[in-house]
């Protein structure tokens, strides 16, 4: 079970509850206080983690301050050797974090390792990355700008933040904190990350391979706690360089409330599936099922929303129902599809949204069923832009289609809405999904398939409220960075030789 063998050292065992990592030890936090995680399966509490107070934070900023200055002094090589180091003891250790997935926020259990496995590779492939582009800089000379002669030659290379603090959300508490711990580490940055609560006790293990990498003391910092104490606290302090946040909306009150530091945030999408006449309606189907309902819906880049010519739909529909009738639908132990949702206040809003479909007159392909957090699978037919569910984002298992008389109509209604993160489009015509990709206000399209984050090196990024930025592992690198320019200045012409 977590917190044995090799984690034992990240667990206290006689009040049961996990230790927070500063200065590269574990620690329990002078507050005494602790926060619970509640199993989604089970609604019981799981496990407990330290609620660290701000003073533990200012601690951790002073320690993360002297440790990066030392880092960026590190030969890239050897930062690169520890990330390959770290990658390497995740991946041996991917049954205990992905066990902690499953009970902390119901991943099934095969995706729970899989989610670990695709965070080593994510950090080894960091690693190879920084090594070549952080391996290069730029030569500029005086003379191509008017007015100038050839007397000042200019050296660019790029340097780090400083601190960069990472908010992972909790669907992906380990791949989505290593997408931002992997490239501040190989950019020479210290790093302070602050894990979701569901999902806390995964990061923690993952933290404890980069402990047991070797890296030095103060360099990786994780707190654990309650929003309400140390939040705004974190997001606001001095002491951070840069703040790396997928997430909710929570994201845009903490780009308001940050300073003069880059920001990179993900904060959700009503990912559009728009589908023509001469699709593959087989394809679709499947990637309707895949996209909708993997992980429960409970992705940024789930299929939110179908926009479907309302030719093919009737035929669309029975496709997916049909698929659909084959997800398990259970607890995540069992490695079923469909698994509980996160919370009860998910599970709750999920309803919410389902009930508002009912009322203003949605065709339901299957019963609302509904036990504790978990949710049946669901195909809301026939809904329309007054329904809340056409706009807003479930994070679960619920998926409506909006049938559409033209292409154009589904374009705009994926560009009405706030979010912009990814869309798909099905069509046989190629040259008609791209004019589509043009014209859908997304980060990414999709053409011919469901949307998805990865590969991890490919650029994610969201228009509108689903983010700033642009992440992916060479993206993430350079945003990490800033540039630092050394001139040469020659002496006056009359010096020049020859
Ligand atoms: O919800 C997080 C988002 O980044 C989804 O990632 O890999 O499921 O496409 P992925």
Redesign the pocket.
Known sequence: MAGNGVFAEIYDGEVEVYKYYADGHWHKSSSAKSVSIINPTTRKTQFKVQACTQEEVNKVMEAAKVAQKAWARTPLWKRAELLHKAAAILKEHKAPIAECLVKEIAKPAKDAVTEVVRSGDLVSYTAEEGVRILGEGKLLVSDSFPGNERSKYCLSSKIPLGVVLAIP?F??PVN?AVSKIAPALIAGNALVLKPPTQGAVAALHMIHCFHLAGFPKGLINCVTGKGSEIGDFLTMHPGVNCISF?GGDTGIAISKKAGMIPLQM?LGGKDACIVLEDADLDLVAANIVKGGFSYSGQ???AVKVVLIMDSVADEVVEKVKSKMGKLTVGPPEDDCDITPVVTESSANFIEGLVMDAKEKGATFCQEYRREGNLIWPLLLDHVRPDMRIAWEEPFGPVLPIIRIQSVEEGIHHCNASNFGLQGCVFTRDINKAIMISDAMETGTVQINSA????PDHFP?QGLKDSGIGSQGITNSINMMVKVKSTVINLPAPSYTMG
């Open positions: 959300p669907n992906y989505l997928t993900e992705r940024c880049t949307p998805a984050r990865g994610f």
